[in-house]
């Protein structure tokens, strides 16, 4: 039987750890089709004017605005109309005084034209228009440049692409970008007493939860889980399924086997091959993490709780994850502030991570705990709409006090 961690460090302490030695992973260069969720390497500059030349904002009439000046319900101005101007096409027709030309919404304003007057605010008549309101110049019209100027930086290196972002890539004339390689993960659950979804459940089985929660996560943070595996508690088995992994794959994670029992021998394993930077975290749920460094690649151990498990692959591969991508890491949990419906034991010097449910009451938020123990109970987890971080300065909280929730979804509705 093992003893217990000769001292626990402080969260920071350990992200601290693993984070110093880490650097982004090497570049490649992909479709910008392809580029949602990725991490640019470079600034991206832009090819050309968006737009790229003045255009129409709607469909109605090119005129020079000049000559709608004056013009109202009871005294119009007559316009004739020169010609028709559709989108994707040169005009090849000029706008003088007393013209106008139907044009389509994206369509190149023609030259001599400033202005597209709506069709409400005219009335035609056959070959001409009666104009019923004055017109400003370049009233609805997209001016060349006015949204991306050539020569631009429109996005900064180790910036995480979005729908949005990909939609200004190409409108400033690019195809392909370069960002950084997806980092790809191991998944290892270890435990004797684990068996695949879908197989007969007998006596002492239980289903190994934590290799598809995990991937989940790897995957919501734009990494990809290509190595997952099930091993049971078996030196050699386990010693072979890192080899592997170590060959194959950017971040070692295990799940089980990191505390302090008999057949916790994940510590044994990451030393044959490297070195221990972590030994157990003062927090909870979560104590019983390890990280380590095997060929320069990041090993972690986690609980086999999984609620643990969980929670200490947020705290601290997904960090990894993101410094791998080459991103400064961040949480991208949405905050919400609460007030506490009753208090949340802790103690000084270990940071607690706490489920809470959100209600709101009379236009207020409150934040009511789930469970204040079970790490194994994944149901306080579905349960909660967020996390509460009760920091180690503090020996707990008390109902009624203000605090911030970490809301597990972007697009939280509160029950009332």
Known sequence: MKKGFKKLIPVSEAINAVLSELKPLKSEIIHVKEGLNRVIVNDIVARYDVPMFDRSAMDGYAIRSEDSFGASVTDPVYLKITGRIEIGTIPDIEIKTGDAAQIMTGAALPKGADAVIKVEDTREHGHSIEVIKPYPPRKNVSIRGEDVRRGDVILKQGHLLHPQDIGIIIASGHDQ????????????????????????????????????????????????????????????????????????????????????????????????????????????????????????????????????????????????????????????????????????????????????????????????????????????????????????????????????????????????
Request: charged residues 25%; aromatic residues 6%; without cysteine.
């Open 177 to 416: 970008i370069s960002v950084i390689r997806k980092p790809k993960v191991s998944i290892i659950s270890t435990g004797s007493e684990l068996i695949d979804p879908g197989e007969i459940l007998e006596p002492g089985k239980i289903f190994d939860v934590n290799n598809a929660t995990l991937s989940s996560l790897v995957s919501q943070f734009h990494s990809i889980p290509s190595f997952t595996r099930r091993v049971k508690d078996d030196r050699d088995e386990l010693l072979q399924a890192l080899e592997k992994a170590i060959e194959q794959t950017d971040v070692i994670v295990f799940s089980g086997g990191s505390s302090v029992g008999e057949y916790d021998i994940i510590d044994e394993i990451i030393l044959q091959k490297g070195k221990l930077l972590v030994q157990g975290v003062a927090m909870r749920p979560g104590a019983p993490t390890l990280i380590g460094i095997i060929n320069n690649k990041p090993v972690f151990g986690l609980p086999g709780s999984p609620v643990a498990a969980m929670i200490s692959f947020d705290v601290f591969v997904r960090p990894t994850l993101q410094t791998l991508l080459g991103m400064t890491p961040y949480d991208p949990k949405p905050i919400i502030k609460a007030k506490l419906k009753r208090s949340i034991p802790s103690e000084v010097g270990r940071r607690d991570f706490a489920r809470v449910r959100i209600v709101k009451e009379n236009n207020e938020f409150f934040a009511e705990l789930v469970r204040v123990r079970g790490s194994g109970i994944i149901s306080t987890l579905v349960k909660a709409d967020g996390i509460i971080e009760v920091s180690e300065e503090r020996e707990g909280l008390s109902k009624g006090d203000s605090v911030d929730v970490k809301l597990f979804s972007q697009h939280y509705f509160p029950s009332s």
